[in-house]
């Protein structure tokens, strides 16, 4: 069974552009979260979607924002890059939002902006 | 302040020592406590979980809730240099509640030397 894959592994940008992030959930997992991992804070909850709809949202600005297709990947978007987005980003796919102990993290997106 | 709190180490400890890692939290409706393991440049991985008070082992590892001091503790004995790695707290409320989602701590960084 395949895990959660993120893509890309690795991304630099540049300040003031923006990016797209993507994950894919374990096959039959319906829930997807989102967080950011900084030496600093730690992970930061960003959002989770269900059945293609949020559920719940982070205390992220308005510039991170995310969907939710139909086959249940999801993607995540940072438009305006500041310095301080720079992060790891991980995803985590459940069966269902009433499963978080069954959530499973794929190996993240390292954003370095510069 | 945070809802989890996590002491972010670096411990360092000689092979075969006993390591203990402890979190603690501020939210009492927290019913799920999990710890997760994260080798560098990897995602984490969930090692065990405990709903409410009370003790979990798994091999060399005790988990232990103590939800009237709002604090868990994880214990790895006869530690092993593949033990090194960061440990996170994380925690969560009733599930599909809108504390249903995970909450973590800093992390531990924790290195076992031979």
């Known amino acids: 069974k395949a895990g959660v894959t993120q893509t890309p592994r690795y991304l630099i940008k540049t300040r003031g552009q923006q990016v797209t992030l993507s994950c894919s959930p374990i096959?039959?997992?319906?829930?997807v979260s989102w967080y950011q991992q900084t030496p600093g804070q730690g992970l930061q909850f960003l959002f989770e979607?269900?059945?293609?709809?949020?559920?719940n949202k982070g205390n992220f600005p308005g510039r991170f924002s995310g969907r939710q297709f139909s086959n249940s990947r999801s993607e995540m978007n940072v438009s305006t890059l500041e310095l301080g987005d720079s992060a790891l980003y991980l995803c985590?796919?459940?069966?269902?939002?009433?499963?978080?102990?069954?959530?499973?993290f794929g190996q993240g997106t390292r954003l370095t902006v510069v | 302040q945070k809802e989890v709190e996590q002491d972010p180490g670096p411990l360092s400890v000689p092979e075969g020592a006993i390591v203990s890692l402890n979190c603690t939290y501020s939210?009492?409706?927290?019913?799920?406590f999990m710890w997760y393991r994260q080798y560098s440049r990897k995602g984490p991985e969930l090692l065990m979980y405990?709903?409410?008070?009370g003790n979990k082992e798994d091999g060399r590892f005790t988990a232990q809730v103590d939800k009237s001091s709002k604090y868990i503790s994880l214990f790895i004995r006869d530690s092993q240099p593949s033990d090194s790695a960061t440990y996170l707290c994380?925690?969560?409320?009733?599930?599909?509640?809108?504390?249903?989602?995970?909450?973590f701590g800093r992390g531990t960084q924790l290195t076992v030397w031979p």
């Open positions: 979607y269900f059945s293609e709809t949020q559920r």
């Open positions: 939210n009492s409706a927290f019913q799920y």
């Open positions: 985590a796919s459940s069966p269902d939002p009433t499963s978080n102990t069954e959530a499973f």
């Open positions: 096959s039959g997992h319906r829930s």
């Open positions: 405990t709903y409410s008070s």
């Open positions: 994380a925690m969560s409320g009733a599930r599909g509640s809108t504390l249903g989602r995970l909450y």
